[in-house]
């Protein structure tokens, strides 16, 4: 049956405003309260000032709720419940990087449903959710993801619900100017793995493409630039729009393993997402080159980087590429360069492949990979190749 009786769905929804002064958008709105979810690091680096600077102008009541820490856990998001519950604001404003973001989703998922057992849904009112990333980034302004995590089982729990969409998205390059050099790095490795996992992912498409070929094509543009010259608010724009894009095509198309074994490997050891997905990407992209479609895929995703016409194996060509960008931007190319012990790796392999076949990433990536497949290439991971 041709692909046209396949009726499929693609969708972007929140407003994105972008460019210097976006953040100011937000006092074009009727808020009678406010209630912005942030991180200390807002509050030190002068960034939630900046957003309550726009909000006293307009004279728009707010209060702050600046518990968030990064990967946000369970207790963070009840104790942000709790406050949302007493004070009743009309909007919420996630001011922070992905940490930010999905806490304030995850307050509101389960404010919602936590109404739901006493009202019927017509009568729930949610506030507007305004997303304003820190980071470029996760995308997390643009999906209908949240990652919470599980302190005490070292688990993350991902969230999924419309609900969590946020209703408009302002991406302030001024925000991202603080952001120093290794996290700059990590979250820009975070940026690419969406990108190349969402290229290739079971459930691509041509919407997801387009977007995940132009994030990819941003990320070797711009990255090395923000990471040795971070004033630079061009290139920092420019990873600003590809964390958004590459957003847009993992909330349609989903993401694959390298999330999978990121997730695991970040609860287990406390890494950066971006960074745990950095070490692994190379891999993974070799391991799926075994994959014909993905090779295709790759070769395509090559060309938009500024490749074009790779003869050979594609999967390889694109391992060489993220490696060397990975090296240019000093992250490490394993497990065990960065830092993590052996023996604690080896006592800790069976529960990271367990919680890696499990995660709802790999079952969009394109091979389902047999325990041993995952065995051996956390092997990879950990000691390079
Ligand atoms: N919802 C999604 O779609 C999605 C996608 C990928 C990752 N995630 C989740 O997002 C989280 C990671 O988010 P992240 O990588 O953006 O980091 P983060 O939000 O955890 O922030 C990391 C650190 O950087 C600081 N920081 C943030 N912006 C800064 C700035 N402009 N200047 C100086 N310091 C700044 C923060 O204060 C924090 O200490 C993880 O929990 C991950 O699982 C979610
Ligand atoms: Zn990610």
Known sequence: MSKLNDIRFFQVKPAIYYGIGAIEQVGNHDFKQVCIVTDEGMVKFGLLKMLTDVLDKHNIKYHVFSDVEPDPSTEIVEKGLTHILMEKPDALIALGGGSAIDSAKAIIYYCYNFKKMFFEEDYIKKPYFIAMPTTAGTGSEVTEYAVITDKKNNTKIPLTDILMMPDAAILEPKLIESVPPASTAATGMDVLTHAVEAYVSTNNNPFSRCYAAKAA??????????????GN?????????????????????????????AHAVGAQWHLPHGLANAIGLPYVVRFNGQCGRAQHLYNRLLSAIGIPNVSGDAAEMLYNSIV???????????????GIDEADFKASKDIIIGKAMKDVCTQTNPLSPTREQFSELLDQIYYGA
């Open 233 to 261: 608010l061009e290139a920092k724009a420019s990873m600003q729009i590809a964390s958004c894009m590459a957003g847009i095509a993992f909330n349609s198309a989903g993401l694959g393993i390298t999330h999978s074994i």
């Open 324 to 338: 060397t960008l990975c090296k240019e931007i000093n992250i490490p190319t394993s497990l065990k360069e960065q």
């Open 217 to 230: 094509e941003l990320v070797f543009k711009s990255l090395y630039e923000c990471y040795v010259n971070g």
